[in-house]
T-cell receptor
Framework: GENVEQHPSTLSVQEGDSAVIKCTYS??????FPWYKQELGKGPQLIID?????GEKKDQRIAVTLNKTAKHFSLHITETQPEDSAVYFC?????????????FGSGTRLSIRP | GAGVSQSPRYKVAKRGQDVALRCDPI?????LFWYQQALGQGPEFLTY????????KSGLPSDRFFAERPEGSVSTLKIQRTQQEDSAVYLC??????????????FGPGTRLTVL
């Protein structure tokens, strides 16, 4: 079945350094790849997404890359700040089909050390 | 504007009880999703509505789980004869358009269900 694997499960970086989270997916028909940030007691919040017709997208300190051939995509956060501490989820979806559900990875708990 | 709201935020049930969880999506959003999130895991898809039509219920774990959206807005997820393994956070999400789109899914805060 459809599966999204995410690594690492926990990540601790010094404030100001960069953080990278990697995901792989199994469904070759996936064409939509959102990233969500979840803070304690809250629902996931979209931070950036990428569609299969582009290889990279950037929004201020956040960037996502996609390699469709290898079926993997990554989240890069530069100049990390304390407020970046949260759990991050990658996901993959298949738009233009009968169900626009997305499959989530298992999450990465990111901690920013002051 | 208002986001997705869910109620109750916390629910404690004794094993065997029935529970009903409510989701109010963003006004005008066509699509509505229910997810189950176990502790320390990512959300897992349960079911999907486009307006009042339930187009996908492949993620519902058993026939004890039932969801409805009778007027195409508010949705209710009902769990009958709750069991301890049903303990999780139940998330609702909505998006603007229907099938054929990959619009952003906006999530509510979730309902934390604890079955004793």
């Amino acid at each position: 079945g459809e599966n999204v694997e995410q690594h690492p499960s926990t990540l601790s970086v010094q404030e100001g350094d960069s953080a990278v989270i990697k995901c792989t997916y199994s469904d070759s028909a996936s064409n939509y790849f959102p990233w969500y940030k979840q803070e304690l007691g809250k629902g996931p919040q979209l931070i950036i997404d990428i569609r299969s017709n582009v290889g990279e997208k950037k929004d201020q300190r956040i960037a996502v890359t996609l390699n469709k051939t290898a079926k993997h995509f990554s989240l890069h956060i530069t100049e990390t700040q304390p407020e970046d501490s949260a759990v991050y989820f990658c996901a993959a979806g298949r738009g233009y089909s009968s169900a626009s559900k997305i499959i989530f990875g298992s999450g990465t708990r990111l901690s920013i050390r002051p | 504007g208002a986001g997705v709201s869910q109620s109750p935020r916390y629910k404690v049930a004794k094993r065997g009880q029935d529970v009903a969880l409510r989701c109010d999506p963003i006004s005008g959003h066509v699509s509505l999703f229910w997810y189950q999130q176990a502790l320390g895991q990512g959300p897992e898809f349960l079911t999907y509505f486009q307006n009042e039509a339930q187009l996908d219920k492949s993620g519902l774990p058993s026939d004890r789980f039932f969801a409805e959206r009778p007027e195409g807005s508010v949705s209710t997820l009902k769990i009958q004869r709750t069991q301890q393994e049903d303990s999780a956070v139940y998330l609702c999400a909505s998006s603007l358009r229907g099938t054929g789109s990959t619009d952003t899914q906006y999530f509510g805060p979730g309902t934390r269900l604890t079955v004793l």
